[in-house]
């Protein structure tokens, strides 16, 4: 009997202490606990170490604070000029009160999917195909201001709605694609022609230099060609100027001799026709010669037919 009553009370005391441990709660970091006292919500608990009474009071749930993401099916829509699309949506979304969480709506998740359907189907069917097409940011923000409004109350906050993929039917996918090769070909055309017009701008542009740098050459080379012939004169009269002069000198030095040697008048009438002579150079038809130097001229004459004689 008192081996029963002893395994009965080491029973007892193992249940009383794992009932204390499960009243030992640990709240981790971005977590929330949700208490509830005898059925009726009691407290959120944050992080850190709590207590909980036994029996009476219990954890409701356990919420996660993190901002999470969920990523809903394509629902069809109508865009406002009768095209069926589908559209997939992406909702990034934070819990920021624990209790209207637990308690605002039965199934958040699914509530937020349908809120998102309709919000969705609201939004495009004011909208045409192209704009539908163009105007995702213009979309994702209408979205996400609606979702945000409507999900306060479940204690949700929406931080973000993407429209993750855009669906169209086949034809106007098709459409699009031969459109889009229109277009593509269309620019391709304008860049070849555009490079085409610039190509033979450059080419006429470089024809026009090069023009334009061989008329500078020419007349550079004019230029050059007159300035040589212009120093080759300068140096032909300098030249022939030089030359007279030293005849003149020579003549000039021929006579002074002729005086410092007391050469008569006959001799210096000689050495005048001698200039004469020179003078004519063999080109001249009539040599006028001064009367008084006639005479002379057939003193001399006769000076050489005698000489001759002898």
Partial sequence: MEGIIGFLGIVLVVIVVALL????????????????????YQATWGVGLHFKIPIIERVARRVDLK????????????????VTMRIDTVVFYQITDPKLFCYGVANPIMAIENLTATTLRNI????????TLT??????????ASLDVATD?????????????IIPPAAIQDAM??????ERERREAILRAEG??????????????????????????AILRAEAEKERRIREAEGEA?????????????????????ADQAVLTIKSLEAFEKAADGKATKIIIPSELQGIAGLAKSIVEVAKEE
């Fill in 21 to 40: 441990l499960s009243c030992v709660k640990i709240v981790e970091q971005a977590q929330a606990l949700v208490v509830e006292r005898l059925g009726a």
């Fill in 67 to 82: 901002e999470q993401v969920v990523d809903f099916a394509p629902q069809p829509v109508i865009t406002k000029d009768n």
């Fill in 124 to 131: 495009i069917g004011d909208l045409e195909l192209d704009q």
């Fill in 135 to 144: 105007s995702r940011e213009t979309i994702n923000t209408k979205m996400r």
């Fill in 153 to 165: 109350p479940w204690g949700i906050k929406v931080n973000r709605v993407e429209l993750k993929n």
């Fill in 177 to 182: 694609e031969k459109q889009m090769k229109a």
């Fill in 196 to 221: 085409e017009k610039k190509s033979t701008i450059l080419v006429a542009e470089g024809n026009k230099q090069s023009v334009i740098l061989e008329a500078e050459a020419e007349k550079q080379s």
């Fill in 242 to 262: 030089e030359a007279i002069l030293k005849v003149q000198q020579a003549n000039a030095d021929g006579i002074r001799f002729l005086k410092e040697a007391g």
